[in-house]
């Protein structure tokens, strides 16, 4: 199994272009997540899915779109990036809720300049 | 709101012992989780307790829970120049949503 995978790994990118990170799981896990990391700051949840078709809003939902149209794939959308949205960004995935393992994938460091 | 606060840095010599510190906002926490991330990989889970234990061990690794302060600690003994990276605690909130505090980088000095 490859369990979570992120891509891309690093990018730079303009002020208001777009683009998607994609994160798949092999796991069959129905819970998948977006985080994203600034330091000093912790995680802080962008979106959530609890199933295929299913999403919802997490702390810091503005400027980002999700989709999840088969349980394997969750990509997170950035419009029009702002420089506010540099960040590490990490997709997690759990089989079910309780004492379960979290498996995040590598990361996506992300710069908007 | 739900808030999990840490404190950012710790330093230890090797062969010490480490406390990392956590409290949480949440009463009606289920688990309780200790992440580690090392340097440019993702988080990896360490150990986690559930909310009515007041101890976990785990061979290194003590988790200590007081519920009433809302606090954990995470207790590494022996600690090893692997064990530099940072330890993220994290509460499970009522719903689907887990709550990260902004991770505690542990130095481990040989």
């Known amino acids: 199994n490859a369990g979570v995978t992120q891509t891309p790994k690093f990018r730079i990118l303009k002020i208001g272009q777009s683009m998607t990170l994609q994160c798949t799981q092999d796991?069959?896990?129905?819970?998948m997540y977006w985080y994203r990391q600034d330091p000093g700051m912790g995680l802080k949840l962008i979106y959530y899915?609890?199933?295929?078709?299913?999403?919802d809003k997490g702390e810091v939902p503005n400027g980002y779109n999700v989709s999840r149209s088969t349980t394997e794939d969750f990509p997170l959308r950035l419009e029009l990036a702002a420089p506010s949205q540099t960040s590490v960004y990490f997709c997690?995935?759990?089989?079910?809720?309780?004492?379960?393992?979290?498996?995040f994938g590598q990361g996506t460091r992300l710069t908007v300049v | 709101g739900e808030d999990v606060e840490q404190s950012l840095f710790l330093s230890v010599r090797e062969g010490d012992s480490s406390v990392i510190n956590c409290t949480y906002t949440?009463?009606?926490?289920?688990?309780l989780y200790w992440y580690k991330q090392e340097p440019g990989a993702g988080l990896q889970l360490l150990t986690y307790i559930f909310s009515n234990m007041d101890m976990k061990q785990d061979q290194r690794l003590t988790v200590l829970l007081n519920k009433k302060d809302k606090h954990l600690s995470l207790r590494i003994a022996d600690t090893q120049t692997g064990d530099s990276a940072i330890y993220f605690c994290?509460?499970?909130?009522?719903?689907?949503?887990?709550?990260f505090g902004a991770g505690t980088r542990l130095f481990v000095k040989a």
């Open positions: 899915s609890v199933g295929a078709g299913i999403t």
């Open positions: 796991m069959n896990h129905n819970y």
């Open positions: 994290a509460e499970e909130t009522g719903g689907f949503k887990t709550i």
């Open positions: 997690a995935s759990i089989l079910s809720l309780g004492n379960t393992e979290a498996f």
């Open positions: 949440d009463s009606s926490s289920t688990y």
